[in-house]
């Protein structure tokens, strides 16, 4: 009782296996290999659509009222003898303002109180 043999295939069988090989062998196979997709370590998780708020009810019931009036930016004209000094040589006023302001906010002031239109405001 020796190992069987399996039944030897057709001719016809060889001929197209022998064919398809060398057509393998002649198209080459490194043409249908699919390159690798290299992801980086770091997982991201995916954009997600980020909706406006629709609040049932306004978070101030009234808008802020300004605190500055134009009254109240520039305080008063500063009196000491270098301010004064700097009035007769250089043409120029110097004022006392309140500290929370910004220079445009200054200019828009005078403009509006006084209707001097020097060259420079110095705070």
Request: charged share 30%.
């Amino acid at each position: 009782m020796g190992p069987k043999e399996a039944p030897a295939p057709p001719k016809a069988e060889t001929k197209a296996k022998v064919l398809k090989a060398k057509e393998a062998v002649l198209k080459g196979i490194h043409n249908h290999k699919k390159k690798k997709i290299r992801m980086p370590p770091t997982l991201r998780q995916p954009k997600t659509s980020q909706l406006q708020r629709q609040p049932k009810y306004p978070w101030k019931s009234t808008p802020r009222r300004n605190m500055l009036a134009h009254s109240a930016i520039i305080k008063v004209p500063l009196t000491t003898g270098s301010a004064m000094e700097k009035t007769e040589d250089n043409n120029t006023l110097v004022f006392i303002v309140d500290i929370e302001v910004n220079k445009h906010q200054i200019k828009q002031a005078d403009q509006k109180i006084t209707t001097l239109t020097g060259p420079r405001l110095i705070p």
